[in-house]
Protein backbone atom coordinates (compact mmCIF):
# COMPACT_ATOMS: atom_id res chain seq x y z
CA UNK A 1 0.00 0.00 0.00
CA UNK A 2 1.25 3.56 -0.88
CA UNK A 3 2.20 5.81 2.38
CA UNK A 4 0.68 8.84 1.05
CA UNK A 5 2.06 10.93 4.18
CA UNK A 6 5.80 9.57 2.77
CA UNK A 7 4.83 10.76 -0.90
CA UNK A 8 3.66 14.00 -0.23
CA UNK A 9 6.84 14.41 2.29
CA UNK A 10 8.76 13.49 -0.87
CA UNK A 11 7.07 15.83 -3.11
CA UNK A 12 7.54 18.60 -0.93
CA UNK A 13 11.41 18.06 -0.44
CA UNK A 14 11.79 18.29 -3.74
CA UNK A 15 9.24 21.05 -4.70
CA UNK A 16 11.33 23.47 -2.47
CA UNK A 17 15.00 22.26 -3.80
CA UNK A 18 13.07 22.74 -7.39
CA UNK A 19 11.84 26.34 -6.06
CA UNK A 20 15.04 27.53 -4.17
CA UNK A 21 17.42 26.60 -6.95
CA UNK A 22 18.21 29.02 -9.84
CA UNK A 23 20.65 28.63 -12.49
CA UNK A 24 18.98 25.43 -14.15
CA UNK A 25 19.71 21.74 -13.20
CA UNK A 26 23.51 21.69 -12.21
CA UNK A 27 22.55 24.54 -9.56
CA UNK A 28 20.11 22.25 -8.15
CA UNK A 29 22.54 19.28 -7.17
CA UNK A 30 23.93 20.85 -3.56
CA UNK A 31 19.95 21.55 -2.67
CA UNK A 32 19.52 18.19 -3.56
CA UNK A 33 22.01 16.71 -1.80
CA UNK A 34 21.75 18.81 1.88
CA UNK A 35 18.02 17.37 1.44
CA UNK A 36 18.88 13.61 1.01
CA UNK A 37 22.13 13.44 2.80
CA UNK A 38 20.89 15.37 5.52
CA UNK A 39 17.24 13.41 6.13
CA UNK A 40 19.46 10.40 5.74
CA UNK A 41 17.95 9.43 2.87
CA UNK A 42 21.21 8.59 1.38
CA UNK A 43 24.73 8.36 2.31
CA UNK A 44 27.67 11.28 0.74
CA UNK A 45 28.30 7.95 -1.50
CA UNK A 46 25.29 7.11 -2.77
CA UNK A 47 24.18 10.35 -3.46
CA UNK A 48 27.48 10.60 -5.75
CA UNK A 49 26.89 7.03 -7.55
CA UNK A 50 23.60 8.72 -7.89
CA UNK A 51 24.85 11.59 -9.72
CA UNK A 52 27.24 9.96 -11.55
CA UNK A 53 24.63 7.53 -13.13
CA UNK A 54 22.68 10.23 -13.55
CA UNK A 55 25.13 12.20 -15.85
CA UNK A 56 25.78 9.39 -17.75
CA UNK A 57 21.48 9.45 -18.96
CA UNK A 58 20.52 11.79 -21.30
CA UNK A 59 17.86 14.77 -19.74
CA UNK A 60 18.05 17.01 -16.67
CA UNK A 61 20.03 15.98 -13.69
CA UNK A 62 17.91 17.80 -11.35
CA UNK A 63 15.29 15.39 -12.52
CA UNK A 64 17.44 11.82 -13.29
CA UNK A 65 18.41 12.68 -9.51
CA UNK A 66 14.81 13.00 -8.07
CA UNK A 67 13.14 10.43 -9.71
CA UNK A 68 16.29 8.24 -8.44
CA UNK A 69 15.76 9.41 -4.68
CA UNK A 70 12.26 8.87 -5.07
CA UNK A 71 12.13 5.44 -6.63
CA UNK A 72 14.63 4.34 -3.44
CA UNK A 73 12.52 5.72 -0.89
CA UNK A 74 8.92 4.56 -2.35
CA UNK A 75 9.32 2.89 -5.54
CA UNK A 76 7.47 4.21 -8.64
CA UNK A 77 5.12 6.70 -6.74
CA UNK A 78 8.04 7.71 -5.13
CA UNK A 79 9.78 8.46 -8.53
CA UNK A 80 6.25 10.44 -10.06
CA UNK A 81 6.12 12.21 -6.74
CA UNK A 82 9.92 13.44 -6.40
CA UNK A 83 10.40 13.92 -10.19
CA UNK A 84 6.49 16.32 -10.21
CA UNK A 85 7.46 18.18 -7.29
CA UNK A 86 10.86 18.90 -8.60
CA UNK A 87 9.89 20.70 -11.90
CA UNK A 88 6.36 21.66 -10.79
CA UNK A 89 7.84 24.75 -9.15
CA UNK A 90 10.11 25.53 -12.34
CA UNK A 91 7.19 25.50 -14.45
CA UNK A 92 4.62 27.23 -12.48
CA UNK A 93 7.58 30.24 -11.88
CA UNK A 94 8.71 30.25 -15.72
CA UNK A 95 5.26 30.76 -16.88
CA UNK A 96 4.86 33.57 -14.10
CA UNK A 97 7.88 35.25 -15.02
CA UNK A 98 8.72 34.51 -18.71
CA UNK A 99 6.52 37.54 -20.41
CA UNK A 100 8.13 39.80 -17.00
CA UNK A 101 11.60 38.72 -18.44
CA UNK A 102 11.16 38.71 -22.64
CA UNK A 103 9.65 42.25 -21.85
CA UNK A 104 12.35 43.96 -19.55
CA UNK A 105 15.55 41.78 -20.54
CA UNK A 106 17.62 44.53 -21.75
CA UNK A 107 16.74 46.93 -18.78
CA UNK A 108 19.50 47.88 -16.45
CA UNK A 109 17.28 46.47 -13.30
CA UNK A 110 17.00 42.92 -14.80
CA UNK A 111 20.67 43.19 -16.13
CA UNK A 112 21.54 44.14 -12.29
CA UNK A 113 19.21 41.02 -11.34
CA UNK A 114 21.00 38.28 -13.85
CA UNK A 115 24.84 39.55 -12.75
CA UNK A 116 23.66 38.80 -9.38
CA UNK A 117 22.36 35.42 -9.98
CA UNK A 118 24.88 33.92 -12.22
CA UNK A 119 27.66 33.87 -9.94
CA UNK A 120 25.56 32.57 -6.98
CA UNK A 121 24.96 29.95 -9.52
CA UNK A 122 28.25 28.83 -9.89
CA UNK A 123 29.35 29.55 -6.24
CA UNK A 124 26.59 26.78 -5.60
CA UNK A 125 28.26 24.78 -7.99
CA UNK A 126 31.84 24.68 -6.03
CA UNK A 127 30.54 24.29 -2.79
CA UNK A 128 29.04 21.30 -3.98
CA UNK A 129 32.46 20.91 -5.43
CA UNK A 130 34.03 21.35 -2.22
CA UNK A 131 31.27 19.21 0.30
CA UNK A 132 31.74 15.78 -2.17
CA UNK A 133 35.47 16.17 -3.00
CA UNK A 134 36.85 13.93 -0.27
CA UNK A 135 33.91 11.16 -0.48
CA UNK A 136 34.70 11.39 -4.24
CA UNK A 137 38.44 11.92 -4.56
CA UNK A 138 39.60 9.43 -1.70
CA UNK A 139 42.98 7.22 -3.09
CA UNK A 140 45.08 7.30 -6.68
CA UNK A 141 42.47 5.73 -8.93
CA UNK A 142 39.60 8.28 -8.56
CA UNK A 143 42.11 10.99 -8.85
CA UNK A 144 43.37 9.37 -12.31
CA UNK A 145 39.62 9.28 -13.57
CA UNK A 146 38.67 12.64 -12.33
CA UNK A 147 42.15 14.20 -13.65
CA UNK A 148 41.12 12.33 -17.39
CA UNK A 149 38.21 13.32 -17.69
CA UNK A 150 39.14 16.84 -16.59
CA UNK A 151 41.41 17.08 -19.49
CA UNK A 152 38.69 14.95 -21.67
CA UNK A 153 36.85 18.17 -21.16
CA UNK A 154 38.67 21.10 -20.77
CA UNK A 155 41.47 20.05 -22.90
CA UNK A 156 39.78 18.51 -26.15
CA UNK A 157 36.35 19.35 -25.99
CA UNK A 158 34.91 15.80 -25.42
CA UNK A 159 31.02 15.84 -25.01
CA UNK A 160 30.45 15.46 -21.37
CA UNK A 161 28.46 12.24 -22.03
CA UNK A 162 31.42 10.16 -23.76
CA UNK A 163 33.52 11.89 -21.20
CA UNK A 164 31.17 10.15 -18.32
CA UNK A 165 30.95 6.76 -20.33
CA UNK A 166 34.81 6.75 -20.84
CA UNK A 167 35.39 7.24 -16.98
CA UNK A 168 33.11 4.54 -16.42
CA UNK A 169 34.96 2.49 -18.74
CA UNK A 170 38.42 3.33 -16.69
CA UNK A 171 36.71 2.83 -13.59
CA UNK A 172 35.86 -0.41 -14.53
CA UNK A 173 39.23 -1.81 -16.28
CA UNK A 174 41.18 0.05 -12.54
CA UNK A 175 38.28 -2.05 -10.38
CA UNK A 176 36.71 -1.02 -7.30
CA UNK A 177 38.74 1.49 -4.94
Same mark, same amino acid.
Given at each position: ????????????????????????????????????????????????? &????????????????????????????????????? &????????? &??????????????????????????????????????????????????????????????????????? &???????????
Amino acid at each position: MVDLKALLEIFLVFARAGLMAFGGGPSMIPMIRAETVGRGWLTDLEFLD &ALAMGNALPGPIATKLSGYVGFKLAGWPGAVAATIGM &AFPSVVLIL &AVAGVYLRFKEAAWMQSVMAGLRPAAVAMLIATVIEVWPASMAGWKPLLIGGTALVMLLGFHVHPALAIVG &AGLFGFVLGPR
